[in-house]
């Protein structure tokens, strides 16, 4: 069974700065996507960014990048210059056999 | 707004009355899923439709719940009869292709049983 695990439940992290979220995930399957996803709360969950298993580069949209380390089995989200809209539930997820299973998400709150 | 429609948004009813989610994806959109998410914990897959096939329902609890997506366009989840712990947001995502396209949310319902 595959499995994703976010083990900080919440952080805080001051305006302009930078914050990382950690995730690590299992699997014995070489081919496979992993995701980071935003919940506000009115719910919505907001996709961030994707990286493939098989992608040399680690993935990078706007202020989000993806520290991709697979013989560590983990894909650390960094947000740059965090802003107050930054505030939600992050989500890692991994797909893998048609599947997407979510970790337990981590709550970022930005303070001015 | 999320381009996948969802509706209600909120659905307050009693325990053992039946409810029923409607879900519309972004046009094109081939697979639609259903999750289910309980306060405080990531979302679980309960239904995968491959256009109006039902592709993966190994989590939906068959007894008290059903999906359907007859035209493989909009789907309706149903609940009957609703118990005290289905109290949950349930979320409808859609991608253009199963695999590792990015699965777009709609707002979601939230869920209360009383």
């Known amino acids: 069974a595959q499995k994703i695990t976010q083990t900080q439940p919440g952080m805080f992290v001051q305006e302009k700065e930078a914050v990382t979220l950690d995730c690590t995930y299992d699997?014995?399957?070489?081919?496979?996507?992993l995701f980071w996803y935003k919940q506000p709360s009115s719910g919505e969950m907001i996709f961030l960014i994707y990286q493939g298993s098989y992608d040399q580069q680690n993935a990078t949209e706007g202020r989000y990048s993806l520290n991709f380390q697979k013989a560590r089995k983990s894909a650390n989200l960094v947000i740059s210059a965090s802003q107050l809209g930054d505030s939600a539930m992050y989500f890692c997820?991994?797909?893998?056999?048609?599947?997407?299973?979510f970790g337990a998400g981590t709550t970022v709150t930005v303070r001015a | 707004e999320a381009e996948v429609a969802q509706s209600p948004r909120y659905k307050i009813t009693e325990k053992s009355q039946a409810v029923a989610f409607w879900c519309d994806p972004i046009s094109g959109h081939a697979t639609l899923y259903w999750y289910r998410q309980i306060l405080g914990q990531g979302p679980e897959l309960l239904v995968q439709?491959?256009?109006?096939?039902?592709?993966?329902d190994s989590q939906l609890p068959k007894d008290r719940f059903s999906a359907e997506r007859l035209k493989g366009v909009d789907s309706t989840l149903k609940i009957q009869p609703a118990e005290l712990g289905d109290s949950a947001m349930y979320l409808c995502?859609?991608?253009?292709?199963?695999?590792?396209?990015?699965?777009?949310f709609g707002d979601g319902t939230r869920l209360s049983i009383l």
């Open positions: 995502a859609s991608s253009a292709q199963q695999g590792y396209q990015p699965q777009h």
């Open positions: 699997t014995s399957d070489p081919s496979y996507g």
């Open positions: 439709f491959q256009d109006e096939s039902v592709v993966d």
């Open positions: 997820a991994m797909s893998f056999d048609y599947k997407l299973s």
